[in-house]
């Protein structure tokens, strides 16, 4: 399972774009990377997946270099309610799929 | 769509009883339900990975004879934990991996808090 190294915290404030950068240099060719939102006492949240290059919904885009070693989970004029933690997450989904989570980032929003 | 239901949200029991967990996919079929378990301020932790009518894998360190795992159906699968004590206390949150989906995103429950007193 391929490790993930993520910012253990980041500030930010309202209305800012917010980018957070997890690095995976073992991700696998099958791997998938995906990104969760956790609030206090309650179950992640699923933000965004991708496999190369960039992916973009209606909350978030994901960057992902050629190598596919880093990923950046972009946030756009960030609001309070994002305060919360965000987890990058790198998997095997093709069978004997798991999640092994990481640390996370804690991103502090402040007014 | 791609909704996790957990019951109970909330649950205090008696240190030695049991207490059973379910975790439900509303609207779709789950082949692959996880158990995790979150401390305060940590992150979650893997306990088991269940597949529909097959026996659960726990991770290691997890005692299969504590925590139960039954995945009887393609919609539920429930957690129990037998002769809960203090220690066992901790946010239970199941997640689910939907049946013939193209990425196999992972959907989570809403978590269920035990106390053990």
């Known amino acids: 399972l391929a490790k993930t190294t993520q910012p253990i915290s980041m500030d930010s404030y309202e209305g800012q774009e917010v980018n957070i950068t997890c690095s995976h240099n073992n991700i696998a060719t099958n791997d998938y990377i995906t990104w969760y939102q956790q609030f206090p006492s309650q179950g992640p949240r699923f933000i965004i997946q991708?496999?190369?290059t960039k992916v973009t919904n209606e909350v978030a885009s994901l960057f992902i270099p050629a190598d596919r070693k880093s990923s950046t989970l972009s946030l756009p004029r960030v609001s309070l309610s994002d305060t919360a933690v965000y987890y990058c997450l790198v998997g095997d989904y093709t069978g004997g799929f798991k999640t092994i989570f990481g640390a996370g980032t804690r991103l502090f929003v402040k007014a | 769509g791609a909704v996790v239901s957990q019951h109970p949200s909330w649950v205090i029991c008696k240190s030695g009883t049991s207490v059973k967990i379910e975790c439900r996919s509303l609207d779709f079929q789950a082949t692959t339900m996880f158990w995790y378990r979150q401390f305060p301020k940590q992150s979650l932790m893997l306990m088991a990975t269940?597949?529909?009518?097959?026996?659960?894998?726990?991770e290691q360190g997890v005692e299969k004879d504590k925590f139960l795992i039954n995945h009887a159906s393609l919609t539920l699968s429930t957690l129990t934990v037998t002769s809960a004590h203090p220690e066992d206390s901790s946010f239970y949150i199941c997640s689910a991996r939907g049946y013939g989906s193209k990425t196999d995103t992972q959907y989570f429950g809403p978590g269920t808090r035990l106390t053990v007193l």
């Open positions: 269940s597949n529909e009518g097959s026996k659960a894998t726990y």
């Open positions: 991708g496999y190369k």
